[in-house]
């Protein structure tokens, strides 16, 4: 249990390396309060970058990000080996975004794959399936 003796941000008083086997709570007097915690870089809080829907899929599915800001992107998805499969590079204005993926694109694909939105500064990762 953590409690604050004077303020400060969080973020300045507390380091966390490993997440894995976190599970947060917060109280008011005896109520269990869910709680949810984010981690990301100051360069990762330029953009975020959304879990695709529907997850696993069959034929199509989307994923969202955001920018805060105009930037040169990379969004790639990859196959358990690490290769690259699909890709799309270009300038994106500030705002929210939106990338179809279809069985087409994906190639002989299957499994769980991964995606990546890549800036100059940052990237993040996040996983999904297609299913056969």
Do not use: C, W
Not at 16 to 45: C, D, H, M, Q, V
Not at 99 to 112: E, H, I, K, S, Y
């Amino acid at each position: 249990m953590l409690k604050a003796e004077e303020d400060i941000k969080l973020s300045d008083a507390l380091g966390i390396r490993e997440s894995r086997s976190l599970n947060p709570e917060a109280y008011r007097a005896e109520e269990l309060l869910s709680l949810g915690l984010n981690f990301t870089s100051e360069a990762a809080a330029s953009f975020s970058l959304e879990q695709n829907t529907p997850n696993p899929f069959r034929t199509s599915s989307q994923i969202g990000f955001t920018l805060t800001q105009e930037e040169d992107i990379t969004f790639s998805v990859q196959n358990v080996q690490g290769q690259v499969i699909y890709q799309i590079q270009g300038k994106y204005a500030a705002g929210e975004h939106l990338v179809a993926l279809n069985r087409q694109l994906l190639g002989n694909a299957q499994g769980v794959l991964s995606y990546t939105l890549s800036t100059a500064d940052a990237s993040l990762t996040k996983k999904m399936v297609l299913l056969p």
